[in-house]
């Protein structure tokens, strides 16, 4: 009880651009946050090697780095899940770019036994997380709840009550939406090359 209320206080002062704020929110909610990284990073299986803790502190960076405002603990969430998601589709991109040897640079042998630095998803992945990402902008487009509705589930791995609370809408809309969002999106992924 006493947690949920210093929650509410600092997402309140999140309100007013304090950083503080952010920083004395995170350690609150880090498990939510964990959990929520490591689905995300369950759902590109394979080459990725972002660990769950680099993926939260890189959603940590984005989220400091705007004045943010979330009303509830479960808005804040969905909020950190759309920061993960963009981090996720910058490394995808990153991914291609280095396929087509866009990044090539000259390396010593020390530096290129090292590892990669940013993770490392397989040409598939990569591909198939920017074809998502394509398909979500388009769906922006033509509907913004059901894009956001998308991003709560998905992506925030939110139940459908949870999604209705962030986005004040019911959970009745919530299920018709998120139906019809997931139809659009796999006709749409299946009209991609």
């Excluded at 198939?128 to 059901?146: F, G, K, V």
Aim: aromatic share 6%; glycine share 4%.
């Amino acid at each position: 009880m006493a947690e949920d209320r210093t929650i509410e206080r600092l997402l309140a002062e999140l309100d007013g651009g304090s950083r503080p704020a952010l920083d004395a929110l995170f350690p609150l909610i880090y498990r939510e946050l964990s959990e929520l990284a490591h689905r995300l990073r369950r759902r590109w299986r394979g080459e990725l090697t972002l660990n769950t803790t680099a993926l939260i502190h890189e959603a940590y960076l984005k989220l400091a780095d705007r004045p943010l405002q979330a009303e509830s603990r479960a808005h804040f969430v969905a909020l950190a899940a759309k920061a993960m998601r963009h981090i996720l589709i910058n490394y995808a991109r990153d991914r291609r770019t280095r396929k087509r040897g866009g990044a090539a640079e000259m390396q010593t042998l020390e530096e290129s036994t090292l590892g990669p630095s940013q993770p490392s998803l397989s040409s598939r992945q990569a591909e198939e997380l920017l074809a998502l990402d394509e398909a979500l902008q388009a769906l922006e487009r033509i509907d913004r709840r059901q894009s956001q509705i998308v991003e709560c589930r998905f992506f925030g791995g939110m139940t459908v009550d949870e999604t209705a609370a962030v986005l004040a809408i019911s959970p009745r809309t919530v299920k018709r939406d998120w139906t019809l969002a997931q139809a659009w999106l796999a006709r749409r992924m299946e009209s991609l090359p």
